[in-house]
């Protein structure tokens, strides 16, 4: 297994030390957001997590081997190469063998950093159930549903994101997540935000105030050796929102002309935020990076807190 894992030097020595680790997805460096703003999220993201006293791990493929902690130049290797894949649960052996760069996916950031030892992963919103999935779309049910909420199902890693992208089933995401054994949990919110919105008309069960909360449930979770995730559903700021009902149309627009170009697969999720982003002239675009920030915020603090909690265990 060694020989197909590269753990950054940085990262290893704070795992081994048992200091605070977060890890990051690389398909928004590659696939979710145009050039130059990918590196500049991407970097973004670290630069808060050192501020925080927190070592920032993204995850990618290159050479034949799953890095966690990119390095500068690797992360706009990611932002700029032509081809680069996007790497899921079930690509990973595939994209090593190839030798072929790859940015991976929530599904495959959560396996990688399970693998390295990590236990928080900061992203911005989750997959889920797709509309056309549930037959929300105009070609009715095709079972489009995203790898993340499977391995969510599987992985022991908290994952705190501003809920599952808006572009989705939303009511069919928690209804697979529960099937799952997931726990969804609101940070000091009772209902489980739609990514550019705060607000999605859904009500969640459990509701935590403070990271130190979350980081007591993560190690009670482990203890018991569940083996699910657990998702923090972290609301994007009241001063970047885009209320539902704005967003809504839009979504609806975009899932409409996604259809009528039989768009499917992996090309799914880019094209709908990309289509989103134009209709809103940019600004779901900007919403995007602020929550992703704010997730790694919660993230740092979280893995902070639990980094903690183990030094007091001994």
């Known amino acids: 297994m060694k020989e197909f894992l590269r753990v950054s030097p940085e990262a290893a020595d704070a795992l081994a030390g048992g200091r605070a680790v977060v890890a990051f997805e690389s398909t928004i460096i590659s696939h979710g957001m145009p050039h130059p703003l990918n590196i500049e999220t991407a970097l973004g993201a670290e630069r808060i997590a050192r501020e925080m006293g927190v070592v920032p791990a993204t995850v990618g493929v290159l050479d034949g081997r799953i890095v966690v902690g990119l390095g500068r130049s690797e992360i706009k290797l990611l ?5 680069v894949l996007k790497v899921s649960r079930r690509d990973i052996s595939w994209a090593l063998t190839r030798g072929l760069p790859g940015a991976t996916t929530v599904s495959a ?11 928080v992963f900061a992203t911005g919103g989750i997959g889920g159930v797709h509309r056309c999935a ?5 070609r009715g049910a095709t079972f489009d549903v995203s790898a993340d909420l499977g391995e969510l199902g599987r992985t022991p890693v908290c994952v705190v994101s501003a809920g599952a992208k808006a572009v989705l089933d939303l009511p069919a995401t928690l209804e697979v997540l529960e099937t799952e054994g997931v726990p969804v949990v609101g940070f000091r919110t009772r209902e489980f935000p739609a990514f550019w919105s705060r607000s999605s008309g859904l009500p969640l069960d459990l509701t935590v105030e403070s990271a130190a909360e979350v980081a007591r449930m993560i190690a009670v979770h482990r ?5 699910q995730g657990i998702l923090v559903a972290n609301p994007v700021p009241a001063e970047y929102e885009i209320p539902r009902a704005e967003m809504e149309p839009h979504v609806q627009q975009a899932v409409l002309e996604l259809e009528s170009r039989k ?15 134009e209709l809103t002239g940019g600004r779901a675009l900007e919403t995007n990076v602020r929550l992703l920030h704010h997730n790694v915020r919660l993230a740092c603090e979280i893995a ?11």
């Open 263 to 277: 768009i499917t697969g992996k090309e799914v999720t880019p094209f709908l935020l990309g289509r989103i982003g």
């Open 109 to 119: 950031t959560m396996f990688a950093a399970h693998l390295a030892g990590i236990g």
């Open 79 to 83: 932002a700029t190469e032509k081809g």
């Open 223 to 227: 203890s018991l050796g569940l083996p």
């Open 134 to 138: 549930s037959g929300g779309g105009p």
């Open 304 to 314: 902070t807190e639990l980094a903690k909690l183990r030094k007091d265990q001994g």
